[in-house]
């Protein structure tokens, strides 16, 4: 039933291919209190939420969950407009924010003051970066096979 925002800012985009091999190589492991951490994170708050469709404490493990590991170390590589434009979107009303991988996508998770969270989001990279955001929902199953 929740409904997320995917906002795109008009920045460089995230690593790939060998910049982001490279990254690995620096920045691995992760310490193993910090990926600790994570699973805690991931298996005692996230999953129940999900379980208990409690979106508030959902939204504050995807927040936390952007402070730890490798994704922390994701978003410490990025312009400064992606996290400008997390604090924007939980500001105005996101349960939890995050970034797509090395982004530029980011997420926003949100019930009925979606768009709010969208008129902010769209009002930020209008006056800094330019960018394009829409609202949709999760695809609540998996992957189909088809077999010809």
């Not at 982001?20 to 129940?48: K, N, S, T, W």
């Not at 922390?72 to 970034?99: C, F, H, W, Y």
């Amino acid at each position: 039933d929740w409904r997320i925002l995917v906002a795109i800012p008009s920045v460089p985009p995230g690593a790939s291919g060998t910049r982001e091999a490279d990254i690995f190589r620096q920045y691995c492991p992760v310490p193993l209190g910090e990926v600790r951490e994570l699973c805690h994170e991931v298996l005692m708050r996230m999953l129940p939420a999900l379980v208990e469709h409690d979106l508030d404490r959902f939204g504050s493990s995807i927040n936390a969950v952007q402070t730890l590991g490798f994704k922390k170390i994701e978003l410490s590589l990025q312009p400064p407009q992606i996290n400008e434009l997390l604090d924007v979107m939980r500001s105005a009303g996101a349960a939890g924010a995050g970034m797509s991988s090395f982004g530029p996508a980011l997420y926003a998770f949100c019930d009925t003051n979606v768009p709010a969270v969208k008129v902010a989001a769209d009002a930020f990279m209008n006056e800094w970066c330019g960018g394009t955001a829409f609202i949709t929902s999760a695809r609540n199953r998996g992957a189909a096979v088809r077999i010809a």
